[in-house]
């Protein structure tokens, strides 16, 4: 079983609906990561918080909106999303020591988004 | 521009026969490495690491890896494949938080 939380497992929406991401570790990890995978594609990313802070946004578009509460959850909130935003949407957490080794990501089993 | 390749995209192996795929990156610095495995509708799973010392690694399930640091390769073998190995492989290359994944490689193995 993953240590990284998602919900919903699945969400459908229409191009006018905001809807959110949820993910939730418990594993005391303060990286925790947003992943966008497409079909037949490897994991690309798109955020990553650092001890709560945003640490880096791969130029992700504004319809896209993260946030950290706190350093067991990791939200990303949708609004006004286009059809080509359909993917699978990965939450990933890592210990997020300082300096070059930040471990090994530990991700979620993910949430399949359709948008019609 | 940081990137991560694996040659192989598709590998079709017979139960026993022996396994190499390839990673190679392009990333200046110091570097931990990273072979990931996805299971048909599971979530990705961590294979082995690399982040110092000795750069003949052991992972689960029989999977080792070497890093060769003058060849920019992480190349993943296993002696003799399983039909349960059947996946995608995905070897990744980070400095800091910025965890690069190559395009990955479909193994199936034949029972």
């Known amino acids: 079983d993953t240590e990284v939380t998602q919900t919903p497992k699945h969400l459908v929406m229409g191009m006018t609906n905001k809807k959110s991401l949820k993910c939730e570790q418990h594993m005391g990890h303060r990286a925790m990561y947003w992943y966008k995978q497409k079909a037949k594609k490897p994991p690309e990313l798109m955020f990553v918080?650092?001890?709560?802070?945003?640490?880096i946004n791969e130029s992700v578009p504004s319809r896209f909106s993260p946030e950290c509460p706190n350093s067991s959850l990791l939200n990303l909130h949708l609004h006004a999303l286009q059809p080509e935003d359909s993917a699978l949407y990965l939450c990933a957490s890592s210990q997020g020591r300082t300096g070059a080794n930040t471990g090994e990501l530990f991700f979620g089993e993910g949430s399949r988004l359709t948008v019609l | 521009a940081q990137s991560v390749s694996q040659h192989n995209h598709h590998v079709i192996l017979s139960e026993a026969a022996s396994l190499e795929l390839g990673c190679n990156y392009s990333?200046?610095?110091?570097?931990?490495l990273f072979w990931y495995v996805q299971y048909p509708g599971q979530h990705l799973q961590l294979l082995l690491k690399y982040f110092s010392g000795d750069p003949l690694v052991k992972g689960i399930k029989g999977f080792e890896a070497e890093f060769i640091k003058s060849k920019f390769s992480f190349n993943l073998r296993k002696p003799s494949v399983q039909w349960s190995d059947t996946a995608e492989y995905f070897c990744?290359?980070?400095?800091?938080?910025?965890?690069?994944f190559g395009t990955g490689t479909r193994l199936k193995v034949l029972a």
């Open positions: 990333y200046g610095g110091t570097v931990n």
């Open positions: 990744a290359v980070t400095r800091t938080y910025k965890y690069i």
């Open positions: 918080y650092s001890y709560e802070k945003l640490s």
